[in-house]
């Protein structure tokens, strides 16, 4: 489990850890707009493109040795990376890790599924959600105390650099605490060729626009949207033949059940509100109110500390609470979000961003409540045989959604910036706005599943009453 969560934090950390070093990359490799986006974006788009492929061949034919091999080409790349004499060298790094990202990451949640009882997943999953909170917050404040530490010109290289000894250690470790697969009856089972390139080229045509939303000039990029989504349906009615005759790469039943189908539309809504922030906000900070990258890093730490004590807490305490719990959380973000957009009101200036740490840490806290807690019961219905690809299903629509959340939040962000003459507080608080509306989305989402859960419960109570009573 330590070995797992530590390349779930190297793998997680490298989507934000980018974002406080783009200048001094931009500076150093002389790179166009568009080659920074591709930097920062291309490392999302990779990472989704693999996760549910790489779950469904770790199911089939042993997790342990895929995530060594994906964690061996991880900490390569990100040597690559942090070597890059050129734009295009570090473009192609970046893809390379962010597959090699998505073959480790569903590999994660599968030997959760794998090693411990239902009953004792609350726990581990805790400190999942716990290291993908810290993961996302933290990234910012390492990249900008690296940079601080090493200097601008050669500080970002250290962001990758910082990957080799630990994915090295973790690889040694993996041999010697992750347990091997011990049997071989699925080893000849199909891995769905068709269906891995109909769900890839689907994710990349939907993906593809949203991450290069500012780039692309014009409506015709969404052209692609509505090819990847045709696509989708076409990938839909080619796994309901094929699970006729053989495991499809994705149980298209599982969505019938409630706490997977509902879960997986959380995790999507949230992740397309709750990582927007991180975007929007540290460039608020460094551009419009001059922060350092240290001290922008530093300010978003409230969220990060109060994401990482919940969600350890949310892990040992959802199988008591269930859903409630996660609405709860949801309610908390939506309020933390509200409360730094009226903290950033009533302080204005360089003083803003520190009179926002209480309500971010008041969002933390609920993030902590809600990405743990979710993926307990989204998961906890499934069988063991299929975690990886399930949990790679749940982790492509947390990617779907960010890319989602970043394209219209950034959009709303840079068009408020451009009507208002480079107003950074009025952009930041619109976009806030929109980013506080998909969490509650997530919301309604959550209460929804709530209610659902108690009339069932009910009319089960209704039934077992209205049993004739037997007297032995």
Same mark, same amino acid.
């Given at each position: 489990?330590s070995?797992?969560?530590?390349a779930?934090?190297?793998t997680?950390?490298?989507?934000?850890i980018v974002?406080v070093?783009l200048?001094s990359i931009?500076?150093?490799?002389?790179l166009s707009?568009?080659g920074l986006?591709w930097?920062?974006?291309g490392?999302a788009?990779?990472?989704g493109?693999?996760?549910?492929?790489?779950?469904?061949? =770790?199911?089939?034919r042993?997790?342990r040795?895929?995530?060594?091999?994906?964690?061996?080409v991880?900490t390569?790349s990100?040597?690559?990376?942090?070597l890059?004499?050129?734009?295009?060298?570090?473009i192609?790094?970046r893809l390379?890790?962010?597959?090699?990202?998505g073959v480790v990451?569903?590999?994660?949640?599968g030997l959760i599924? %794998?090693?411990?009882?239902?009953a004792?997943? =609350?726990?581990p999953f805790?400190?999942?959600?716990?290291t993908?909170?810290?993961?996302t917050?933290v990234?910012p404040?390492?990249?900008g105390?690296?940079i601080?530490?090493? =200097?601008?010109?050669?500080g970002?290289r250290w962001?990758?650099?910082?990957n080799v000894?630990?994915?090295?250690?973790?690889i040694l470790l993996?041999?010697k605490?992750?347990?091997?697969r011990r049997?071989?009856?699925r080893?000849?089972?199909s891995?769905?060729?068709? =269906?891995?390139?109909l769900?890839?080229?689907? !994710?990349?045509l939907?993906l593809?626009?949203?991450?290069e939303e500012?780039?692309?000039q014009?409506?015709?990029?969404?052209l692609?949207?509505?090819?990847?989504l045709v696509?989708?349906?076409g990938f839909?009615?080619w796994?309901?033949?094929?699970?006729?005759?053989?495991t499809?790469l994705?149980?298209?039943?599982l969505?019938k059940?409630r706490?997977y189908?509902?879960?997986?539309?959380?995790?999507?809504?949230?992740f397309a509100?709750?990582?927007?922030?991180?975007?929007?906000?540290?460039?608020?900070? %460094?551009n419009?109110?001059?922060?350092s990258a240290?001290l922008?890093g530093?300010a978003i730490t409230?969220f990060?500390?109060g994401?990482?004590?919940?969600?350890?807490l949310?892990?040992r305490i +959802?199988?008591?609470?269930?859903r409630?719990?996660?609405a709860?959380?949801l309610?908390? +973000?939506?309020?933390?979000?509200?409360?730094t957009?009226l903290?950033?009101?009533l302080v204005?200036?360089t003083?803003?961003?520190?009179a926002?740490?209480?309500?971010?840490?008041?969002?933390g806290?609920?993030?902590?409540?809600?990405?743990?807690?979710? %993926?307990?019961l989204?998961?906890?219905?499934?069988?063991v045989?299929r975690a990886g690809?399930?949990?790679?299903v749940?982790?492509t629509?947390?990617r779907?959604g960010t890319a989602?959340?970043?394209?219209?939040?950034?959009? !709303?962000?840079f068009?408020?910036?451009?009507?208002?003459?480079?107003?950074?507080?009025?952009?930041l608080?619109t976009a806030?706005? +929109?980013?506080?509306?998909?969490?509650l989305?997530a919301?309604?989402?959550?209460?929804?599943?709530v209610?659902?859960?108690?009339?069932a419960a009910?009319h089960e109570?209704?039934g077992?009453?209205?049993?004739p %009573?037997?007297?032995?």
């Amino acid at each position: 489990m330590s070995v797992a969560l530590v390349a779930g934090f190297m793998t997680l950390l490298d989507v934000s850890i980018v974002n406080v070093a783009l200048p001094s990359i931009r500076a150093d490799l002389d790179l166009s707009s568009g080659g920074l986006q591709w930097v920062l974006s291309g490392y999302a788009l990779t990472f989704g493109l693999l996760l549910v492929p790489a779950g469904r061949f =770790g199911d089939a034919r042993g997790r342990r040795n895929v995530f060594i091999a994906g964690l061996a080409v991880f900490t390569l790349s990100s040597a690559a990376a942090g070597l890059a004499t050129s734009a295009l060298w570090l473009i192609v790094a970046r893809l390379v890790q962010g597959a090699a990202a998505g073959v480790v990451n569903p590999q994660v949640s599968g030997l959760i599924q %794998q090693l411990f009882r239902p009953a004792e997943r =609350g726990r581990p999953f805790g400190l999942l959600g716990a290291t993908i909170g810290i993961s996302t917050a933290v990234g910012p404040l390492l990249g900008g105390l690296l940079i601080q530490v090493f =200097g601008a010109e050669t500080g970002w290289r250290w962001i990758f650099f910082i990957n080799v000894p630990i994915g090295a250690a973790a690889i040694l470790l993996s041999y010697k605490w992750i347990p091997a697969r011990r049997d071989d009856q699925r080893k000849h089972e199909s891995l769905d060729p068709v =269906g891995v390139v109909l769900l890839g080229v689907a !994710v990349l045509l939907v993906l593809l626009p949203l991450v290069e939303e500012r780039e692309w000039q014009g409506p015709a990029k969404w052209l692609l949207l509505v090819a990847g989504l045709v696509l989708l349906g076409g990938f839909l009615a080619w796994e309901r033949r094929y699970a006729r005759r053989e495991t499809p790469l994705i149980e298209l039943n599982l969505f019938k059940v409630r706490s997977y189908g509902l879960g997986a539309l959380i995790g999507l809504l949230y992740f397309a509100g709750f990582t927007t922030l991180f975007f929007i906000y540290t460039l608020y900070l %460094q551009n419009g109110l001059r922060y350092s990258a240290l001290l922008a890093g530093l300010a978003i730490t409230p969220f990060a500390l109060g994401s990482a004590g919940a969600a350890a807490l949310g892990g040992r305490i +959802v199988n008591r609470y269930g859903r409630p719990l996660v609405a709860l959380g949801l309610a908390l +973000v939506a309020a933390g979000l509200a409360g730094t957009v009226l903290a950033l009101d009533l302080v204005p200036g360089t003083n803003g961003g520190w009179a926002a740490a209480l309500p971010l840490l008041v969002a933390g806290l609920g993030s902590g409540l809600v990405i743990s807690p979710n %993926q307990t019961l989204t998961l906890a219905e499934v069988p063991v045989e299929r975690a990886g690809s399930a949990g790679a299903v749940l982790q492509t629509g947390q990617r779907i959604g960010t890319a989602v959340g970043i394209a219209v939040v950034g959009a !709303v962000f840079f068009n408020r910036l451009a009507s208002t003459n480079n107003d950074w507080s009025s952009a930041l608080r619109t976009a806030l706005l +929109v980013t506080i509306g998909l969490v509650l989305v997530a919301l309604a989402a959550a209460l929804a599943d709530v209610v659902a859960a108690r009339r069932a419960a009910a009319h089960e109570n209704r039934g077992a009453d209205r049993e004739p %009573q037997h007297v032995g």
